[in-house]
């Protein structure tokens, strides 16, 4: 009954050190590449180097090569293309952050520390982990033991009726149940959790995708409205 119940429940309805928001901050350099993949860079310069000294190995007399460097090449080119490759099968690529205009007028102003460093964490290539922001998805309960992480897949930000800016984590979530997610006491930890000064919803964003945001509101924690019970 429980897992079948936990799995039907989301689509009922349309090892490291901790910054405050759970971002994994253990073995970082103190600069970052962003804009393209590491990886990338070094299986292309490893094969590079690999087949410019193979031919130039080839082209020489007697194998000495023509530049001399041939040796050289043979020596460094091939474990460059493996670290490359092992860099890559290790890589997590960065998510999209989908905005506007009005979003981006005020998220330096209104953005939380903690919302930045989610921001700046997660929409650059990183080497390692189980996913973008596993350290905090594993430290807030959503990861079953022997299942897989959820998967971030995107942000998004926006502005509230009331001007305050809100930043939704969007994630694939395809072992841990909806209602995981949703528990009151979980969304209160949210709020702590990625605060201070923010309020926190769970949003069910593709039922059938199985993709859930927690969204982020600036301006303090969610006001819950207590119903009070009307006596006949």
């Known amino acids: 009954m429980g897992d079948e119940e936990e799995d039907n429940n989301f689509g009922r309805t349309k090892s490291a050190m901790v910054g405050g928001a759970g971002v994994n901050n253990a073995g970082e350099p103190p600069f970052e590449i962003r804009g393209f993949s590491l990886g990338n860079v070094a299986v292309l310069a490893g094969a590079f180097v690999t087949i410019f000294s193979f031919a130039d190995y080839l082209s020489s007399s007697g194998g000495e090569g023509f530049t001399g460097v041939s040796g050289l090449g043979f020596v460094y080119g091939i474990p460059i293309f493996v670290a490359g490759a092992a860099l890559k099968y290790a890589e997590i690529p960065p998510v999209p952050c989908y ?134």
């Open 99 to 232: 905005s506007n205009q009005a979003a981006d007028g005020i998220f330096d102003s209104k953005a939380t520390e903690i919302i930045k460093k989610v921001k700046q964490d997660v929409t650059r290539h990183r080497y390692g982990d189980e996913a973008h922001l596993d350290t905090a998805v594993k430290k807030l309960g959503l990861v079953i033991s022997g299942k897989a992480y959820p998967q971030m897949r995107e942000l998004r930000q926006d502005v509230s009726e009331d001007g305050e800016l809100t930043f939704t984590m969007v994630w694939q979530s395809l072992d841990t149940p909806y209602k995981m997610w949703a528990d009151e006491k979980r969304r209160v930890k949210y709020e702590s959790f990625f605060g201070p000064d923010v309020g926190a919803e769970v949003v069910k964003i593709d039922a059938e995708e199985r993709l859930v945001g927690i969204k982020l509101t600036t301006g303090g924690p969610k006001k819950i409205e207590a119903v009070a019970e009307v006596s006949a």
